[in-house]
């Protein structure tokens, strides 16, 4: 919690415009300080929205990862996220959808598919982590060539879409945090609920079933949790890989598999990642910024490398 | 199966049902080649368009034909029979049907090179060769990272994965680091096209290709098959299967390379045209030589697609290859899951 203070502060005090900490804190807390308008206009809401993606996205790996059982799943790396930038890129492009509250319905719609197409290649028993990584990363690179597609027959489109494809916190506005809010709580509150039963459901069906849980209802909560987290996190700011695979498993090393700990806990470190990789982004990209879905390449894709090449997973 | 016998005590085993595939895929990419010569602005009967083939033919059709229409036509069917040859190799050497270049890393190697140069401003000679380095480089770092006491098909499946979500990272930053008439004419890029293809994108593809097929198929094709038994079982049948594997992983990366930079990184080729394949000859084992067929073939049509499809503008190939290949690919998931090999 303290960290998360800390790159909370972080967040709002650090960006193209330099701000001493003390004028930060008179811009937050006095209408009339000159630093008000930056700080709640562009700072602010960029921070809460960070805080929401983020949070969304550590959660819905947590809980993917639980479901499919299977320690490489991630929202970004299945494709849930690409799902949904093919549709928002759709509706950009054909519908002349340009706004992030008409995003929002066909993010979910595109990632509501992809979810239920995961779900139907991942959740068998036959599915092993290599076989569920490589279908995502198949329909990854379907969904992005359709996407690359659209941008190209549409130039204005591609001007609009080539900044959010690549994940990036800069679009963020007041009006873009109340949208996805309402979708982004709704699914975090499905996914808490789900932490217990889901504990259950990982014994196994028969188990779950023993226990008092009811396996097809859990399923439907967490596809439908997924969906809302992914959908409205990917609609504000575009596909981010990898803080859903992450996070869970550097939370797991300190609270051990129980969900009713490990989804806390991921709600709480993933943001801290999260804009933890924006402010990198901001200080390294001076006096531009990196878009924060690259930083969270650049710095998840080793873990995931780490994680497979240390041959826990890398057998069938 | 069938066995020609000679007196000498020679012999030949051959599959009639896969010579009859690749040389159906062969006429069929042959006879698409002879429309797509045919079509355009300037349109022309088959009959002509061999006359003019055959050296006949008005000046003027001279020109159509042999600088304009049949670079772009060599192009096609190098890039895809390089495509699916390199798709089939890792298919084959990863036993996974899903283990295409695209998926694997290999292909948005050669995107972040091309993509480089055009952040940079360079030609589209220097866009070639950065594209091929590209590809190299990430090949290599892709093999050292897999290296374990040799290199494991599921590794390399994984190792391929993580780097290509990171370097799609950086490509998709590298996108928006350039203006937005680049970033037009990268996406373009990125996407696979043939238009204004000349014999300057052919030739060193058709250098590659005919330097790497002939190795892959005479030089490797036999023991590749020995090689799906598994790799204490081939190694025990006197296969070198750690050589083996390293000189058909070089050489799928270089054929993808080189194909990437002829046409752009085609997507799905690679993944498709070794399962049209295989399904049609039924044959077990890596159908090298009908995939290369199916793949040139596969491509051929989708570029006389993409011309003809839409009457006010063309389409890229990719665009044509992308969407044939997510269908493909969405029905490939659903029959292996149903399968049970999922």
């Not at chain 1, 569920?132 to 690179?141: E, F, I, M, P, V």
């Not at chain 1, 196994?204 to 097809?216: I, K, S, T």
């Not at chain 1, 550097?250 to 470190?269: E, H, N």
């Not at chain 2, 995939?291 to 049509?301: E, F, I, T």
Request: net charge positive; with cysteine.
């Amino acid at each position: 919690m303290a960290l998360l203070g800390v790159v909370l502060l972080l967040s709002i005090a650090v960006g193209a415009k330099a701000m001493p900490l003390s004028d930060v804190w008179s811009g937050l807390l006095h209408r009339d300080a000159t630093e008000y308008a930056v700080v709640h206009r562009m700072r602010l809401p960029r921070t809460v929205l960070g805080l929401l993606a983020g949070a969304a996205l550590g959660v819905a790996g947590a809980v993917m990862q639980a479901l499919t059982r299977n320690p490489l799943a991630d929202p970004g790396l299945l494709g849930i996220n690409a799902g949904a930038s093919a549709a928002v890129a759709t509706a950009a492009a054909f519908l002349g959808v340009t706004a992030i509250g008409g995003y929002v319905w066909f993010a979910l719609l595109g990632a509501a598919v992809v979810t239920a197409l995961v779900y139907a290649v991942g959740g068998g028993r036959g599915a092993t982590p290599a076989r569920l990584a490589l279908a995502g990363a198949a329909l990854n690179a379907t969904l992005y060539s359709y996407v690359s597609a659209v941008m190209l027959l549409d130039t204005a489109s591609l001007e609009r879409l080539r900044f959010w494809t690549v994940g990036s916190l800069a679009s963020a506005d007041s009006a873009t945090v109340t949208r996805v809010l309402p979708f982004i709580l709704v699914g975090l509150l499905v996914a808490l609920g789900a932490a217990r039963p889901l504990n259950a459901l990982a014994l196994g069906d028969d188990a779950a079933r023993a226990l008092g849980a009811r396996p097809a209802l859990i399923r439907a909560a967490v596809i439908v949790a997924v969906t809302l987290l992914c959908g409205a996190a990917t609609a504000a700011c575009g596909p981010i890989v990898f803080v859903g695979l992450l996070v869970p498993h550097l939370v797991r090393a300190l609270t051990g598999p129980d969900l009713r700990w490990l989804l806390p806990y991921c709600a709480v470190l993933a943001p801290v990642l999260l804009l933890g990789a924006d402010v990198l982004g901001r200080v390294l990209g001076r006096p531009g910024e990196l878009q924060v879905g690259m930083v969270t390449a650049v710095l998840g894709g080793p873990l995931f490398l780490w994680l497979v090449t240390r041959g826990r997973v890398a057998h069938p | 199966m069938s066995v020609i016998r000679t007196p000498g005590g020679l012999s030949l085993r051959f599959r009639p049902r896969a010579l009859a595939v690749g040389a159906g895929a062969a006429l069929l990419a042959a006879g698409l080649g002879l429309v797509v010569l045919g079509s355009g602005d300037y349109p022309m009967g088959p009959a002509d368009v061999l006359r003019t083939l055959t050296g006949g033919g008005t000046a003027a059709e001279q020109f159509i034909v042999h600088e304009l229409r049949l670079p772009r036509l060599v192009t096609a069917l190098l890039v895809g029979a390089a495509l699916a040859l390199a798709g089939t190799v890792f298919q084959s050497l990863v036993r996974n049907p899903l283990g295409s270049p695209d998926v694997l890393g290999f292909t948005q190697g050669a995107s972040t090179g091309a993509l480089v140069v055009v952040v940079l401003g360079g030609g589209s000679l220097a866009l070639a060769g950065a594209a091929v380095a590209g590809g190299l480089g990430t090949g290599l770092v892709i093999y050292a990272l897999a290296w374990r006491r040799g290199v494991h098909g599921y590794r390399l499946i994984l190792v391929g994965i993580g780097v290509a979500a990171i370097l799609t990272g950086v490509n998709g930053y590298l996108l928006t680091r350039a203006p937005l008439m680049d970033a037009a004419r990268a996406v373009l890029w990125l996407t696979g096209s043939l238009d204004g293809r000349g014999w300057a994108n052919a030739g060193p593809l058709l250098v590659v290709m005919a330097v790497l097929a002939p190795l892959v198929l005479v030089g490797c094709a036999p023991a590749l098959r020995m090689m799906e038994l598994g790799d204490d079982t081939s190694s025990a049948l006197g296969v070198p299967v750690r050589r083996l594997r390293l000189v058909l992983l070089a050489a799928a990366v270089l054929l993808v390379s080189f194909a990437a930079a002829a046409a752009g990184p085609v997507s799905f080729v690679a993944l498709v045209a070794p399962h049209v394949a295989k399904r049609l000859t039924r044959a077990p084992g890596p159908n090298l030589l009908p995939s290369m067929a199916v793949g040139a073939a596969l491509l051929v049509g989708a570029d006389l697609l993409a011309q003809r499809a839409f009457t006010e503008h063309q389409l890229p190939v990719g665009v044509v290859t992308g969407v044939i290949g997510g269908g493909y690919l969405v029905w490939l998931l659903a029959m292996e899951r149903r399968a049970g090999r999922l």
